[in-house]
């Protein structure tokens, strides 16, 4: 599975991105989609995660009620909707596949930069 982000860049605290990420190489049936972030200085942690099915979410606190994965089957997309975005989003973010009840999530993308000023 290859996996393809886009859509960061740099916006002011209080503003919306929408990140995408494109998968090729296979169908993502069956497998659970996860959008990462990794900030300066700070590992990386689990920022959204949702089910093949789309049926199940999760989203770290620090981004719920804020931010919205979704995917579409049809496009084999996976995208994270950021609103209310405020300069600790900071990170670059990346999307990655872990097939069904995998522990760890073994396809990643190659990362897009978002930049939030305050």
């Known amino acids: 599975v290859q996996l393809q982000a886009s859509g960061g860049g740099w916006v002011q605290a209080g503003d919306s991105l929408r990140l995408s990420c494109a998968a090729s190489?296979?169908?993502?049936?069956?497998?659970?989609m996860g959008w990462f972030r990794q900030a300066p200085g700070k590992e990386r942690e689990l920022v959204a995660q949702i089910s093949w099915s789309g049926g199940r979410t999760f989203y770290a606190d620090s981004v719920k009620g804020r931010f919205t994965i979704s995917r579409d089957k049809f496009k084999n997309t996976v995208d994270l909707q950021m609103n209310s975005l405020k300069f600790e989003d900071t990170a670059v973010y990346y999307c990655?596949?872990?097939?069904?009840?995998?522990?760890?999530?073994?396809?990643w993308g190659q990362g897009t930069q978002v930049t939030v000023s305050s």
């Open positions: 990655a596949a872990r097939f069904g009840t995998a522990a760890e999530y073994p396809y």
């Open positions: 190489g296979r169908t993502l049936s069956g497998y659970v």
